[in-house]
């Protein structure tokens, strides 16, 4: 008589817990998925469409990543900043940046940086990279556009 009373308890039991793991791997899912879709950067000062003096001092702040110095070496979620000016985005993102007037590396791990710049107009974009210099894929950027006296 016991039996198929205890065979209904365990089926009903293996039910709740197969529906607990499910729901417990889907939350895991969409929380790693939040974590990572929510990676940002943003220049923080100068506001966009400023009018400044040079030098200009170009802030940035970050959220889902640290910034840390490159001599780190390549950690996941880590890195440092760049500063793009007046060129657009690199087309390929696997390429470490490049070192010139334009492409401003921060590998000391600082989130500020003045910049000397002509009198115009300039964008600045901001490009966040890891240790080896090279930007996460989708970027992780923000730009502001700025006029210099």
């Known amino acids: 008589f016991q039996q198929p009373k205890l065979k209904k308890e365990f089926d009903f039991m293996e039910k709740i817990l197969t529906k607990w793991l499910i729901l417990a791997s889907m939350c895991l899912v969409f929380s790693a998925s939040t974590v990572y879709a929510n990676e940002s950067v ?3 000062a ?9 030098p200009v001092k170009v ?3 970050v959220h889902g990543v640290e910034v840390e110095p490159a001599k780190k070496g390549i950690n996941p979620g880590k890195g440092h900043h760049h500063l793009l000016i007046d060129v657009d985005l690199p087309i390929d993102l696997s390429q470490r940046i ?9 590998g000391d791990g600082s989130t500020c940086k003045e910049l000397k ?4 107009k300039h964008v600045i974009r901001a490009l966040f990279a890891n240790g080896g ?3 996460y894929s989708p970027a992780i950027t923000s730009k502001v556009t700025v ?3």
Not at 117 to 120: E, I, M, Q, V, Y
């Open 42 to 44: 943003k220049i923080t």
């Open 46 to 54: 100068p506001p966009n469409g400023a009018k400044v003096s040079s």
């Open 59 to 61: 802030c940035m702040e």
């Open 98 to 106: 490049g070192k010139d007037a334009n492409h401003v590396h921060m």
């Open 117 to 120: 710049l002509s009198s115009g």
């Open 133 to 135: 210099h090279v930007p």
């Open 147 to 149: 006029t210099v006296k």
